[in-house]
């Protein structure tokens, strides 16, 4: 069963105790941190990636709503609060469903699973990508296909990504979250919040850094465990 990983964003300790319960019973999720406000969230994010996040809106320093707008390529979101006035700007900003306060665990499991539906797809995507030994991406308005063996790395730019093969470069409108999708992933790996690379590149590697074809490129601290991997 895959996992899909999640936190959770609330500044009202019981709200964090019954979600983390809840979350608790429920077997293909991961919870892999709590956060009392958006900015420590934003931190986190900075160095690691989640599936799902649950996020309340009244929260100090920056509120739930201005935060998900500050999210480039937002994850899977499930609003969590008492205040129903803000379901509608919730939805229109992707929300996959939105809890109002208190709420049970059926009506908690209906919305995860949801999450659960839409996972699962992508994840038969990837199986069905894996079989391929190339992708085709959309560069300057067409697609071009890239085979797997010619990657070196892929970087983050913005709402863009830079795929550095091993002939040239391509520059496509996409987030790394979408193409790690899309990659097999016994090929490729995620080093760094902005980097993707190919194992089959990699020349050397130190702690916090790895070179793959002459290029050193920085590893995260939230993906240092892909060394004791390799």
Do not use: W
């Amino acid at each position: 069963m895959f996992k899909i990983t999640c936190i959770i964003i609330e500044d009202e300790p019981l709200a964090v105790k019954v979600l983390s319960d809840y979350i608790l019973q429920v077997p293909f999720l991961d919870l892999q941190g709590t956060f009392k406000d958006a900015i420590l969230a934003t931190d986190y994010l900075q160095e690691n990636t989640v599936d799902l996040i649950f996020l309340d809106i009244h929260l100090p320093k920056l509120k739930g709503i201005d935060f998900l707008k500050t999210l480039t390529h937002p994850p899977a979101v499930i609003i969590t609060t008492a205040y129903h006035q803000y379901a509608v700007e919730g939805f229109t900003l992707n929300v996959m469903d939105y809890l109002l306060k208190p709420f049970d665990f059926q009506r908690f499991l209906t919305a995860v699973t949801k999450v659960k539906a839409k996972q699962g797809g992508n994840l038969k995507l990837k199986e069905s990508e894996g079989t391929k030994d190339f992708i085709f991406l959309n560069v300057q308005k067409k697609k071009v296909r890239i085979l797997f063996s010619e990657i070196v790395y892929i970087e983050s730019q913005r709402e863009y990504i830079k795929i550095k093969t091993t002939k040239k470069e391509y520059i496509s409108k996409m987030s790394t979250h979408e193409i790690e999708g899309l990659l097999p992933e016994n090929l490729f790996k995620r080093i760094h919040r902005s980097f993707i690379i190919s194992l089959s590149k990699i020349e050397s590697y130190t702690a916090d850094k790895v070179e793959v074809n002459g290029v050193s490129l920085p590893i995260g601290k939230g993906y240092r465990n892909f060394i004791e991997q390799l």
